[in-house]
Nanobody, 124 residues
Framework: QVQLVESGGGLVQAGDSLRLSCAASGRTFSISEMGWFRQAPGKEREFVAYISASSDNIYYADSVKGRFTISRDNAKNTLYLQTDSLKPEDTAVYYC?????????????????WGQGTQVTVSS
């Protein structure tokens, strides 16, 4: 079993940056595929980014491509999301998750372990 704890969220202005972190416990982080998702008030949880265990494969949602960067440090059991050029529409609770299913990597139901989330608020 894996436990995930996100941090790094906050209140920023449009155009600013934040670096989100996700600390994972357990010995399986280095072999786990990981994803970032976000959920805005009144909206469904949506895919943000995915990274394979070895970082060989990385995918982004079109809405964040070119502005967000997912990375991981397996030695530190930590997943990161660098968010640049933030926009008000990026405001949401951001979650990291472990992929446990084999279907679409952008579908929340394919992720079996989730953190509690970290709030990102971007003012205009």
């Amino acid at each position: 079993q894996v436990q995930l704890v996100e941090s790094g969220g906050g209140l920023v202005q449009a155009g600013d940056s934040l670096r989100l972190s996700c600390a994972a416990s357990g010995r399986t982080f280095s072999i786990s595929e990981m994803g970032w998702f976000r959920q805005a008030p009144g909206k469904e949880r949506e895919f943000v980014a995915y990274i394979s265990a070895s970082s060989d494969n990385i995918y982004y949602a079109d809405s964040v491509k070119g502005r967000f960067t997912i990375s991981r440090d397996n030695a530190k059991n930590t997943l990161y999301l660098q968010t640049d050029s933030l926009k008000p529409e990026d405001t949401a609770v951001y979650y990291c998750a472990v992929r446990t299913g084999r279907r679409s990597l952008s579908t929340p139901s394919q992720y079996g372990y989730w953190g509690q989330g970290t709030q990102v608020t971007v003012s205009s």
